[in-house]
């Protein structure tokens, strides 16, 4: 805490110095749809983009590919067939820069009612994003929809989506939070901060018939995860310097730098703390990125001096 003094913080960012959930979007259409769309906005990078698509039961129809209108490359992670004709696909991209309304189109061979929804991170290992042996997928039927994985890394992003036919009431595995519940569908997420072993994924199904499904967990590896590292990972370094009321401090993570800068008129404040990982949440102030802000302050600043020289004057 500032006491009596005016306080700025601004950073500037190099590369990324954030992590985690970065968003998400859906998108839903009926009966004889070609096509399936979600908008999403994000406001870190780079970012690994997941996208699950449930295409509903006796159609036959199957994901054509997919695409958007930033221009960014789709790939395929699994396709999984469950009650004979339905389908549950998976696939990903990496965006190099925040999304603005990004339109994202999964097409179809012929029409069929679809489900789709996509998450993105920040702070992933955008060399080698996913961990070795994943996704892991099963299918079958009943009142829970199941799949048990072993990761490696302390941090990893937990991707996971599950699709059954029936119009049916989720419940979702423990620990991992819900992006969309729908009749068919329910994809989720968790950030886990340690390996897993024998992690149970289930999806409870509540229906009145006996439903099949089908689920898959994908999971994403963190720039600084100790499994692998890339992408940002590296050697932390941080400097501190001080000159009059401005203290800078420096830190820089393999190629990634951050700049955080504190200003006072009556005494040092000192700004602390650290974490790594997809539990990295980074807080700061928005930059002082216009000269209004700033000739508002030091109006401020000149008020307060005037006022102080007129009392000592009485």
Not at 14 to 28: I, P
Not at 86 to 97: F, M, N, V
Not at 229 to 250: E, K
Request: proline share 4%; net charge negative.
């Amino acid at each position: 805490m500032v006491s009596g003094s005016i306080f700025a913080s601004y950073v500037y960012m190099f590369g990324t110095v954030s992590s985690g959930y970065d968003g998400s979007a859906c998108g839903y259409v009926t009966k004889g749809a070609t096509s399936d769309s979600a908008s999403l906005t994000t406001s870190s990078s780079p970012d690994v983009l997941l996208l699950a698509i449930s295409l509903e039961p006796n159609t036959s129809v199957t994901v054509s590919g997919v695409s958007d209108t930033t221009g960014l490359h789709w790939v395929s992670r699994t396709s999984l067939t469950y009650s004979t004709t339905g389908t549950l696909d998976e696939y990903y991209a990496i965006s190099t820069g925040p999304l603005s309304a990004d339109s994202i189109t999964a097409t179809f061979s012929g029409g069929s009612p679809a489900e789709m929804c996509v998450a993105a991170f920040a702070g992933a290992n955008t060399t080698s994003p996913f961990e070795s042996g994943f996704p892991v997928s099963a299918s079958g039927s009943g009142s829970s929809a199941s799949v048990s994985i072993s990761t490696t890394n302390s941090n990893d992003f937990l991707f996971s989506a599950a699709a059954a036919t029936g119009n049916n009431t989720w419940t979702s595995p423990t620990g991992f939070t819900s992006i969309a519940s729908r009749l068919r569908f329910n994809p989720t997420y968790e950030i886990v901060t340690s390996p897993q072993s024998n992690l149970a994924v289930t999806y409870g199904i509540s229906s009145s018939s006996l439903p099949s499904w089908a689920v898959f967990v994908d999971a994403v590896r963190a720039a600084s995860s100790s499994g692998g590292g890339g992408g940002s990972g590296g050697t932390t370094t941080t400097s501190v310097q001080t000159t009059g009321t401005s203290t800078q401090t420096r830190t820089r993570t393999g190629t990634q730098t951050s700049i955080s800068t504190v200003i006072t008129t009556q005494q040092t404040s000192v700004l602390g703390g650290g974490c790594s990982g997809f539990s990295c949440f980074p807080q700061y102030i928005t930059p002082f990125e216009n000269y209004t802000t700033i000739l508002i302050i030091i109006t401020i600043v000149a008020v307060a001096g005037i006022g102080v020289w007129f009392a000592r004057r009485k």
